[in-house]
């Protein structure tokens, strides 16, 4: 038997795909009613109202698949002390090459964004810092060429 590949997020991760969920099922409704109303109107091949409802309520009930699949295969990593990086830490990092602070919270895939200054466990830096420790430097290979940064400080989120 296969083993169960789960995904690793935070708590507000977690939370997040709820309220995605719970936002599309109130919706779905609205939904069923429009396609009802259009296939009300009689031929269907050429009723555009009805293959555009149709399409927006399969689009709909396929994302509320995958968010649902997501939550069945969470795992919630809440971080247990800040000796270490964790998922849903915060660092603070020195880059090594320009001595330019970088502040980022290490999160699941699903919630990784760079311009909120979250970064993947699974990214280069993300699992390249992921379980060290303050003052260590750490090197991270990124597609590109690669570079060293300098733990600054970790913190409970």
Known sequence: M????????????????????????SQRPTLVARLKAARALGDLSENT????????????????????????????????????????TKVVLEDLSDQE??????????????????????SPLGSAILHQSVGKIVTVTAPEFTYQVRIIKIELV
């Open 2 to 25: 296969p083993e169960i590949y789960y995904q690793l997020m935070t708590i507000t991760g977690y939370q997040e795909i709820e309220s995605q969920i719970t936002k599309l099922k």
């Open 49 to 88: 109202g009805y293959s555009t409802a149709k399409r927006d309520l399969r689009h709909i009930d396929s994302r509320l698949r995958f968010l649902n699949k997501q939550l069945k295969y969470a795992k919630v990593i809440e971080p247990t002390d800040s000796k270490l990086v964790e998922i849903g």
């Open 101 to 122: 602070e970088m502040i980022y919270q290490v999160v699941g895939r699903q919630e990784a964004d760079v311009n909120q200054g979250k970064i993947s466990y699974e």
